[in-house]
């Protein structure tokens, strides 16, 4: 996911980008078993999910195509028996969560977007980044993100873009507090899924899980009050019975424009 600002980042790619690398051929075929055969498991087996192949698939899912690089989320992985107990009761006893094997709460941390820049910049000290780079985690994120104290300085981003998009095509958002709420969870979502598809291709099973007690969940993790409970990720392998129903989608025409 790209925010540029126009001229910066397009002039990285365009002018002073010699970084190459080829893109390696994958099994489509495949790849449509693994996103085909993923359901939302609500009843799993008793079967372990292998500690190796969990730590994988977490690791995976911080490949996900995120904003700016800023990659604000947080994955906690609930081992400890009587955390996991109090999870499922927070969960509301559904379950996929009574049942899984693991559980996993996936948070989206709008909060960190300062610290992640400045851990991008100390990470990049030591390779040779183009200056385009440099410029745009020291001057654009801060200008994009930040929203001030009590969100002032999002109100006046908002007024500058709403006169200045009558001239040119300007990014219009994120502008407030709650706009970098909505950045922070599409990051963690996209993040989810890419667990969720891992886990299938390692042979185990997941449900996404909203009906939850977001607020219970934060003091059991003692979250930051700017944290924000995105979805908890139950996972294992599915039961005999461990999916409700054949899956149904309305028709796709309804959702894919073509104009």
Known sequence: MSNSN????????Q?????????LD???????????SRRSVRIYSD????????????????????SSNLQ????????????????????????????????????????????????????SKDKEIPKAVSTYYNKIVPLAYNQGLFGLFGLIKKISTYFIGFTRSIPREPTSISDMNVWAH???????????LSLRAFGYDSCPME???????KKLLKLPRRAKICMVISAGKRAHNGVYGKRFRLP????????
């Open 211 to 217: 009906g939850i007690d977001s607020y219970k969940i």
């Open 15 to 23: 002018d002073s980008n010699t970084y190459i690398e080829k893109a």
């Open 47 to 66: 079967e372990k999910v292998l500690e190796s192949d969990m730590l994988k698939c977490l690791e995976l899912s911080l490949l996900s195509a995120n």
């Open 6 to 13: 126009d001229p910066i980042l397009n002039k990285l790619f």
């Open 72 to 123: 604000p989320w947080e994955f906690y992985w609930v081992r400890d028996e009587n955390k996991k107990l109090k999870l499922i009761d927070y969960c509301l006893g559904q379950p996929a969560a009574k049942t899984a094997q693991e559980l996993i709460v996936c948070v989206a941390r709008p909060d960190n977007w300062k610290k992640n820049t400045q851990l991008m910049l100390d990470m």
């Open 252 to 259: 796709s025409d309804r959702f894919i424009k073509i104009i």
């Open 186 to 196: 599409k990051t963690t979502a996209l993040a989810c899924q890419t667990l969720m």
């Open 26 to 36: 994958v099994n489509k075929e495949e790849y449509i078993k693994v996103v085909e």
